[in-house]
């Protein structure tokens, strides 16, 4: 099994057919896991992107990001952080759900939305999407 961290917010394993962790040697998948890989929902891929962009065509919405959060029986889940364009009023979560609902499939729709007025950035000036996928598990919004 490799469960290591090869960059900081990526992981990689080794499985068999089952999902399960081969010993070292042996022949498996290689799975890894970066912030930016496909979300997977009850086995189904989302890609962040797509959400993201459909996001974006909201007329209050400026920019959107879209990262995994753990879900208990559908493995992950879409969570949506966003930003507003200047003088628009926050549409909340029904109003965007709504929003998304004919512009995406059903398990593209993000369980949760948190506006942001500011995104982390990392050292190299890029947005965190490392420390906003920590904000969607811990709920340490804001």
Not at 42 to 54: S, T
Request: aromatic fraction near 4%.
């Amino acid at each position: 099994m490799i469960d290591s961290p090869v960059m900081q917010g990526c992981t990689v394993r080794i499985v068999d057919d089952m999902g399960a962790d081969v010993p070292g040697g042996t022949v498996g998948e290689l799975l890894v896991r970066t912030p930016n890989t496909m979300i997977s929902r009850g086995g189904l891929k989302i890609a962040p992107p797509m959400v993201e962009d459909a996001l974006r065509t909201h007329p209050d919405i400026l920019d959107a990001i879209v990262v995994p959060q753990s879900h208990p029986v559908q493995n992950q889940v879409p969570f949506a952080f966003y930003q507003l364009r200047d003088g628009a009023v926050d549409p909340g979560a029904a109003i965007l759900t709504a929003w998304l609902q004919p512009r995406l499939e059903s398990a593209g729709i993000p369980d949760a939305f948190e506006r942001l007025d500011r995104w982390p950035m990392t050292d190299q000036g890029k947005v965190d999407r490392s420390r906003l996928t920590w904000m969607a598990e811990v709920g340490l919004l804001s």
